[in-house]
């Protein structure tokens, strides 16, 4: 699976993507294509946005694949966090462990925007589920709350 991410700046800094208009997730979306110009399968990608960044998720072709070194040719065994929106998904199945929390807690990522956060997963809907079945995956709401208390979880 290849990964671009897009982000969008002004004077405050990083502008949240809830606040972007459709003509900025359009002029995304080209960004990201151009970006993995000659790699993956375009005819199955992922369109998602993270609450900072507008992310396209694109199938590795089979060569691609057959390139790495052999450890990285297993189905992966972790994830980071689940998406803010999915906005389409094409060729690719749309899995629970790929939609967004139903009742995200919001990681706050500078106090003073309050606008740009990390979704914590709630750890009950079924998207949620879904990914806590995913070994390595630190970014949920347990792993958070302990990392407040300074213990693992």
Excluded at 8 to 19: D, E, L, P, V
Excluded at 31 to 50: D, I, P, Q, W, Y
Excluded at 56 to 80: D, I, N
Excluded at 84 to 103: F, Q
Aim: glycine share 8%; with cysteine.
């Amino acid at each position: 699976m290849w990964l671009a991410s897009y982000s969008r700046q002004n004077n405050r800094g990083f502008i949240a993507t809830g606040k972007w208009k459709e003509d900025a997730f359009e002029r995304g979306y080209a960004m990201l294509s151009k970006a993995l110009t000659g790699v993956g399968t375009n005819t199955k990608e992922r369109l998602f946005r993270m609450n900072i960044t507008l992310c396209l998720h694109r199938a590795a072709r089979e060569e691609e694949v057959a390139e790495l070194p052999e450890g990285w040719q297993k189905a992966p065994t972790g994830m980071a966090g689940g998406p803010v929106a999915l906005i389409w998904s094409h060729g690719i199945p749309v899995v629970d462990s790929c939609k967004p929390c139903e009742d995200p807690k919001h990681q706050v990522l500078y106090d003073k925007r309050p606008d740009l956060w990390l979704p914590l997963d709630c750890g009950k809907c079924p998207p949620c589920v879904a990914r806590a079945k995913i070994a390595n995956r630190p970014n949920d709401l347990a792993s958070f709350e302990a990392s407040k208390k300074g213990v693992d979880a």
